[in-house]
């Protein structure tokens, strides 16, 4: 590992994307940003991942198998709020968010 | 059979109370039969007693030597208590006692309660009444005393409300009820302090250790408490003053319930408890002097109000207050013997009275009022001469039972006197008065209704044998029941007592004195209301004394005096507690379910139903608990799951 990197670039790289996500998962209204932004946040969560695996036991591959994990479950995830969204989206006509608060009191 | 009845003295109680059970379960439907398993039982519960009474005077059993059985009846470590059988002289008279004036008042009852649509069940209380009292009377225990005694209260109201279509029957079992129960509650604090204490309530463990009560590390102040509340019970139970107003009110019931409520179980249950509980009283003069005062007071007072009382039963019922006021007296003056052997003699007279008396109302359809009645000898033969032979009993003629009873609480109270006790002269006094006016107005009772002219209005005819059969023996027993304790063999002083059996000398001149008494009380019963045929004199007498003639017809007017003090005091004291339990009680319940409903409304609003609100928190959440780690304290950390660097 002779190149200047150093975990804290990917730590940081990690913590940026998530926080992008994450508002971007608050503020959105449009349903499939939303999911997008959840996209970015798994992304984050699996660079760090396999950037911690590599620093941390090289020989050993743990992280880049959690992040394989990761990315099949977001994947199923996703076709799932798709569906959902589809869903929505015919009966109401819409997928902005603010039109979906049936669970309101 | 003494023997068998020595060992087997719990069936007394028990025989009755199965004949309850059998009533209530099985035969209600069939009066006859009802009734004649009531008296049936009774009448085995009276032979067994009779077998035991014997028993235990042939192979002296003192009050020191009880026998005794009992077993564990439940407990926890150290706290055991017990429930048993005891049986001394005193117990074995009670049984003999009570078991026989119970039969001959349900035999008297197959005939007086005739026809009655609640016979079988009237039958079943007597049964049960019974039961409780013949319990009572055997309990080795205070706290087996204590259930029994909240029995024979129970079965008191059921009977005094016995017609409950009346009003004012209804209200009397209320009343005796309520009234006995604010007694019950003085002796259960009482009771309390001697199991805490003493750490029993056995009574003959208690008589062992209640002497000692200075190792113990108890005063003799907080003894005198215990006594005296203990005392409160037998106040209301056997209605001394001032918790007497209900037994007055107590004759609402069926005849036959007044005579064995004033007779055989409810009222002298009191008296026998004090007496079962002497040697408390023994150590503490203070509470002897409470008990002497309570029980002359009460006899006077009740006398004073007797006087002038027109209903026939309510007369008997103040003569009732009165005698138990003697015995209380006798007891108060440390006599076992004389307060046992006047609570003997007075069940049977009274019983007598009672039954006598119904037997009159029977003839003459309730009517009550002595005034109303006349000449009724004549027509009822059996029901008067055994009347007068009550009436001469309770007056104290020789050879008469109550004589011999009167005279001994007399004699035992100028003892006491003499005995360097200042105020026993005032207690004398205040008996041998007592005396003076029971004498009066049972003859002027007995002078009213059964002798003079007879009133046109009225068709007495006698009672059937199954009446008059129970009046006869309980005459015969009025009669020569009282030569048990002559004072030339005092064989009841010798068997029954507290202490040293009393050898006193017979003191003649106050048996003429008690005789003068009773003849004096007599005559002027007889010139007031018989000599003088149209009773212009007492008439005279009464409007010329009004004032008194009304405070005496009106009881001193304590009932209005309750009234007031229940309307008044007793219900501006539940406004504010009603207030209180409104306002401060409820009100914090109230009030925490009412912060929960409003918080609950505030906090509904942070559901919106929009995910990503819920994810905002979620964040949030996060983002707190990461701050938390990174830059708390350990102790912080440690309560966010145990994390420490």
Known sequence: MGTGLNPSYFIGLSAAL?????????????AIAVLISIELMLSAVNINLVAINKFLTPEAFIGQIFAIFVITVAAAEVGLGLAIVIAIF???HSVNLDDFDLMKW | MVEFALGHAWLVPLLPAMAFAIIVFLTRPLPKLSSSISVLAMASSFVLAAAIAYGVFTNPHFIEE??????????????????GVMLDPTSAMMLFMVSLVATLIQIYSTGYMEGDPQYSVFFSYMSLFAASMLGLVISSNLLQMFVMWELVGLCSYLLIGFYTFKISAREAAKKAFMTTRIGDFGMLLGLLFLQILFGTLDLTELAQRVPNYEQLGISIGLLTLIAILVFIGPIGKSGQFPLHVWLPDAMEGPTPVSALIHAATMVVAGVYLVG???????????????????????????????????????ILAYSTVSQLGYMMLALGVGSLSASMFHLWTHAFFKALMFLAAGSVLHALHDKADVWKMGGLIKKMPITGWTFVIGGLAIAGIPPFAGFWSKDEILAVTLQYANHGHGFGYVLF???????FLTAFYMWRMIFLAFFGQEKPENHPHESPLNMTFPLMVLAGFATVGGLVGTPWANLWGEWIHFGQPHHGEPAYGLMLLSVVIAVAGIGLAYMLYLKDEEKQRAKQLAEKYQAI??????????????????????????KVLYWF?????????????????????????????????????????????????AFGDSTSAGIMGGVKS
């Open chain 2, 549 to 574: 003639y009304n405070l005496s017809y009106n009881k001193y007017y304590i009932d209005e005096l309750y009234q007031w003090f229940t309307r008044k005091v007793v219900d501006a004291g539940a």
């Open chain 2, 66 to 83: 009880p026998l005794v059985y009992s077993l564990r009846w439940f407990g926890m470590e150290e706290f055991t208590v017990k429930v």
């Open chain 2, 581 to 629: 339990d409104i306002y401060f009680v409820d009100g914090v319940v109230n009030g925490l379910a009412k912060f929960t409903r409003v918080s609950g409304q505030g906090f509904r609003y942070f559901q919106t139903g929009k995910m990503q609100t819920y994810a905002l928190f979620f964040f949030l959440g996060l983002l707190v608990i990461t701050v938390v780690l």
């Open chain 1, 18 to 30: 998530f926080a992008i996500g994450a508002f971007g998962a608050i503020s959105k209204k449009n």
């Open chain 2, 429 to 435: 006094f205040m008996a041998a008065f007592t005396a």
């Open chain 2, 276 to 314: 079962r509980t002497l040697f408390l009283f023994a150590e503490v003069p203070g509470a002897m002097e409470v008990v002497a005062f309570t029980g002359a007071f009460t006899a006077l007072f009740a006398a004073t109000i007797a006087i002038t009382q027109r209903e026939i039963k309510r």
């Open chain 1, 90 to 92: 015919r009966n109401r």
